[in-house]
């Protein structure tokens, strides 16, 4: 499995959705993709040998055989692109990354939400505990999205040097061959100066060789009689502006980390309005010099 994209793959509708969005990304840079189920095994405990060995041999069988389906529906889709697939019993977030990094995936990518439709946090638990852990970036699926297009790219800017390793850790693995949208949420009524944001884009545009670099800001209103929260504030500019994938660090202390509060689940639970491209801040490194 070189340069194949990992699909972790549960078989639920919105499995399906993730997996056509990779396939498209994969036929576009020439990758295979290696589909990827994790399964338990529980025993009972006062059950016997022969008793749990069954239940683990139809678990595993079962598996196999929604395994074969699911591949040969994305095989039938998209004839031309290599895929391999595995089942494999064990814990999800330690098989996932496993298997990633053995393989040397591009990028991880996953439904935002899986069959169970789990809500505890914003892309469902497992999706969720992947991008706090992955050291490759993982690409979340909204449950909805339809086509592909990968022209418009919207990065989270708050000027912060990481922005440039996070644009690189994407670029490296793909295409500079992109528009570059800066988005960024004003939250304390002091906008960017005009300096400021003309310097950024030109540092953006001269250091990563894209094809162009624009700048979106969106005014946080927090009033009791109007209220539009973070999330909000950066769909409605992915929506202006036309984003076909959203880039976004993820860091226990930054100012994204609000997009993870519990507290705002209920508001960006079903609002992933585009893929979203996640990397843990730790696992940035600069490719090039600033």
Not at 13 to 30: E, G, I, P, Q, R
Not at 49 to 65: I, L, P, Q, R
Not at 244 to 269: E, G, H, M, Q, W
Request: net charge negative; hydrophobic share 40%; proline share 4%.
């Amino acid at each position: 499995m070189k340069n194949a994209l990992l699909i972790p793959t549960d078989f639920s509708d919105n499995a399906w959705v993730a997996t056509k969005y990779a396939a498209n990304l994969a036929t576009k840079f020439n990758w295979d993709i290696h589909l990827l189920h994790v399964y338990q095994t529980f025993g009972r405990t006062l059950a016997t040998t022969e008793f749990n060995d069954a239940v683990a041999k139809h678990n595993m069988d079962s598996a196999n055989e929604e395994m074969e389906k699911f591949q040969e529906r994305v095989q039938k889709e998209f004839p031309d692109l290599q895929i391999s697939a595995a089942c494999i019993q064990g814990n999800l977030t330690d098989t996932i990354l496993k298997v990633a990094e053995e393989n040397n995936a591009p990028f991880i990518v996953m439904g935002s939400k899986g069959a169970t439709g789990l809500k505890g946090l914003v892309f469902g638990s497992n999706t969720f505990d992947i991008i706090q852990h992955s050291p490759i970036g993982v690409i979340a699926v909204p449950p909805h999205h339809e086509g592909f297009k990968l022209k418009k790219i919207g990065i989270l800017s708050n000027f912060k040097a990481t922005e440039f390793d996070l644009i690189d850790s994407f670029i490296h693995r793909t295409s500079p061959a992109i528009d570059l949208n800066l988005l960024h949420v004003v939250e304390n009524n002091k906008p960017a100066e005009a300096n400021a944001i003309f310097y950024w884009e030109e540092k953006m545009l001269k250091h990563t060789g894209v094809n162009s670099v624009s700048f979106k800001s969106k005014q946080l209103i927090n009033r009791l009689d109007i209220k539009e929260p973070i999330p909000y504030c950066i769909n409605q500019m992915i929506v202006e502006e036309e984003i076909d994938l959203l880039l976004l660090t993820y860091s226990r202390k930054s100012f994204f980390t609000n997009l993870f509060s519990k507290n705002l689940t209920k508001t960006i639970a079903n609002e992933l309005s585009v893929p979203s491209f996640f990397m843990r801040e730790y696992f940035l490194h600069p490719l090039v010099d600033q």
